[in-house]
């Protein structure tokens, strides 16, 4: 992808990453806390701040990647140690799932109501799988660069934000 399309895609899609992290998801918790009884909502709203945190971080990362390629100045090591210690604190939310889930169903008498923790599951396994998409390997495949990239090399991409931080630099 040329350094045009890229800045042109950026300049979309951290804001629509900013809008979910900040909006969408926000609102779904929102709307649990004043609809559903707490000791049912245990897991999802865990699941939903583990995507809300992780998204957090990834609309953070496009805004400074549109910044470096637009020109614009920020403090390199202050964003890589921040990047650092997200994906620690990511590892360890994501050990503490299993416990959430053992917490959500020994406060409901180690049952489950409905398909919300259907939802619950899917919450917390989309976290998992966005820290995996931001840390390790691009997961999204959804421009034709990455298609193309997809079929020459019959493998999925290392995350740019694991590149920038084992080459330290964003």
Known sequence: ?????????????????????????????VWLIFN???????????????????L???????????YTLTGRSFDRTKNLTFFRKS???????????????????????W???GNLIWW???ANVFGMLEHINYYHTQLMVDNTSDINYLIRNRKLKTA???????????
């Not at 957090?56 to 549109?66: A, C, R, T």
């Not at 740019?160 to 964003?170: F, P, T």
């Open 1 to 29: 992808m040329s350094k045009k399309d890229l800045i042109k895609r950026l300049k979309w899609y951290y804001p629509m990453e900013m809008i979910h992290a900040f909006i969408t998801f926000p609102i779904m918790v």
């Open 36 to 54: 559903k009884p707490l000791q049912e909502i245990v897991f999802i709203l865990y699941g939903l701040a583990l995507c809300i945190f992780i």
């Open 56 to 66: 957090y971080q990834g609309q953070h990362y496009w805004k400074l990647k549109l």
């Open 87 to 109: 994906k620690k604190i990511n590892l360890v939310m994501i050990a503490l799932v299993p416990l959430v889930l053992m917490l959500q169903l020994y406060l409901n008498d």
């Open 111 to 113: 049952s489950y109501n």
């Open 120 to 122: 619950a599951v899917l």
């Open 160 to 170: 740019s934000l694991a590149k920038d931080l084992l080459e330290n630099e964003i």
